[in-house]
């Protein structure tokens, strides 16, 4: 994930320092270094002051406190719930998860599953796999300038200097901003003042987030799903335990593929999933039946002989034609309507990102398997390439705000963290609250390195 480097407050999508011990530079300087171009000017200070001149943001910096202390809090029992649960959970999710050691996992019938990379884990598009460049770009630089910004304009409501503000670029390519506040100033002013600063930027950014996500809801909310009478095929699977699947086999002949509707069978209409599913529940294994295939508007009939299930799939003995994830027309408005009215009963919905699991592919909308079966009467097709916009402010706003949370030094929240133990007592201060500020970053380091790593070691090392 991005992260703050700068004394201050410094991000951007490599968290570029933007050097707070430095002078105030004359307009336009440039540094370039390891690819990065950075672009110091001081007529963004202007902004700033314009923008200063509106007493919500001294207001608003008390509910970004609330919000980033909320948020860090959050961020760090997810770490330790989600190191017990691995700690604590049976060989099987142990081994979903990559947290076993293959040895393990053949001796209980089962295949172990890789830990996700840690490129996954950085917010970066094109180090990340699961990152479009494009979209991942706006959504970074959205986050980092509604980050910084944030900093600046509260410290100037505050009447805290601002030395330079500027922009950071990998080489052309805007990725990041920065702010640039007095260190000397922030230490001396009190907590009260310091401490919005600091929760600026976390708190901002979860405040365009939850923008981002209440209009891609809206957008969901007001899709059409396509109507048709059938059963829409979505994947083909290749073979059943022994052999090739029957759907693989008109798959192979050009009868059938992805998009095409199975509309009956042996002469019985299918109108929606739940026929097809009653209709399979009598038969057996071995079994011929025919299928009636829609492709192209045109149906065409199919001999073919039902598999056996596979027994990783399900333990039964109905035939098996060897289509994964069909959807009817019920089943599409269900999709859109969950993921609409979610967010209070399952946020976590939000955070599956198209293309990591199998599963968005069921779940989201606007996955590459979905989006083309919906329709937005407001905003034709460009509904698609606006949601996944939106769905990547959400998303990397969203992270970016809980990781800058974390109490660890230099993020926003472990500069909050000195500055407030440096307002207690009068003899040693500065020394006493580097030395806890270090302590607290210490075990939250320790923490995330467990969060990251933990899986990795229990799949290396049987336990």
Known sequence: MPEDTGPVTTAGAGGADAGADKKPEEEGTFSFSWGILMVRTRKLLKILDDLARFRIFSDLGWVFIGITMVAAAIMIWLMLDEDYIILTGSLTFRCAVGAATASQCHAIGTNVTAAPSLQSYLLLPGLNPFIPIVYGLIGIIVAVVIHEGTHGVIARRLKLAV????????????????????????????????????????????????????????????????????????????????????????????????????????????????????YLNNTRAGEMVILSIEQAGHVNNYSIVLAPYPQSVENTTKGFIGISEPFDSGSLKSVKDTYASSFFKDPILYLVVPGIIPEANSLVPFSNQLAGLYSSPQLGAAWIPISLTLFWIWFININLAFFNAIPLYPLDGGQALLNFFSHFGRKGVELRARKLTTIVSVLMLILILSFLFLPRILGAFPV
Do not use: W
């Open 163 to 278: 030395k330079s503000t500027g922009l950071v670029f990998l080489l052309i390519v805007p990725i990041g901003a920065f702010v640039e506040i007095d260190e000397k100033e922030i230490q001396k002013t009190r907590f009260r003042d310091t401490g919005r600063v600091m929760a600026g930027g976390p708190g901002s950014n979860i405040i365009v987030a939850l923008v981002a996500l209440g209009l891609l809801l809206l957008l969901v909310g007001g899709l059409v799903p396509a109507q048709f009478n059938g059963v829409q095929v979505q994947q083909i699977v290749t073979a059943t335990a022994t052999q090739p699947s029957p759907a693989y086999q008109l798959f192979q002949e050009h009868h059938l593929e992805a998009g095409d509707i199975i509309v009956a069978i042996n002469g019985t209409a299918i109108d929606n999933l739940d026929n097809l599913t009653n």
